[in-house]
């Protein structure tokens, strides 16, 4: 069936240096790879996305690369800060599918 | 102000009791997601909707149900039937459009079986 991996599980970077998590999905009709970040107790909200007509995305200090020949996709964090520091989840869908598949979560650290 | 509700935040129940989790939108929203969130093991899909008065079930059913009375509202009964029902119950809504679909979420609902 379809997964998602994602990698680390777990990342502990100093604040101002830069953290990035990686995912692979497996279903070759994904065309949608949104990436979502969830705070202690609260529900995940979307930070940023991504298209497969698209290679790379930037929104600030985040950005997210994308390529498809390899179902590698991956979240770029750049001079992290302490607010930062959550749950980031990785997911993957397809044109007027319904159904999301998410990774399992990296959990970010960014240490003062 | 549009959004995604969910009630209550925290739930208390004794084993063997069914109880029914709340989830509202105003998102004028046509898909709607029940997810379970487990220490470590990312989101879970328990059921989704993507019209009035009609659901399917995902990965995680059993134990479950739901009802789709109307488009804002999703409900999940939890029953006795759901050998492990402790977790953090997380609803979603989305636009049932082509090209992929961001997934608004609810504050979530942590349920303790005492």
């Known amino acids: 069936g379809e997964n998602v991996e994602q990698h680390p599980s777990t990342l502990s970077v100093q604040e101002g240096d830069s953290a990035v998590i990686k995912c692979t999905y497996s279903?070759?009709?994904?065309?949608?790879f949104p990436w979502y970040k969830q705070e202690l107790g609260k529900g995940p909200q979307l930070i940023i996305d991504?298209?497969?007509?698209?290679g790379e995305k930037k929104d600030q200090r985040i950005a997210v690369t994308l390529n498809k020949t390899a179902k590698h996709f991956s979240l770029h964090i750049t001079e992290t800060q302490p607010e930062d520091s959550a749950v980031y989840f990785c997911a993957a869908s397809f044109t007027g599918g319904f159904k999301t598949i998410f990774g399992a979560g990296t959990r970010l650290f960014v240490k003062a | 102000d549009g959004g995604i509700t969910q009630s209550p935040k925290y739930l208390f129940r004794k084993e063997g009791q069914n109880v029914t989790l709340s989830c509202e939108q105003n998102l004028n929203h046509d898909a709607m997601y029940w997810y379970r969130q487990d220490p470590g093991q990312g989101l879970r899909l328990i059921y989704y909707s993507q019209i009035v008065n009609d659901f399917q079930k995902g990965d995680i059913a059993e134990g479950y149900s739901v009802s789709r009375e109307k488009k804002e509202s999703f409900p999940l009964t939890v029953t006795s039937a759901q050998k492990n029902p402790t977790a953090f119950y997380l609803c979603?809504?989305?636009?049932?459009?082509?090209?992929?679909?961001?997934?608004?979420f609810g504050p979530g609902t942590r349920l303790t079986v005492l």
């Open positions: 979603a809504s989305s636009t049932a459009r082509l090209g992929g679909n961001e997934q608004f």
């Open positions: 279903d070759s009709a994904s065309n949608y």
């Open positions: 991504i298209r497969s007509n698209v």
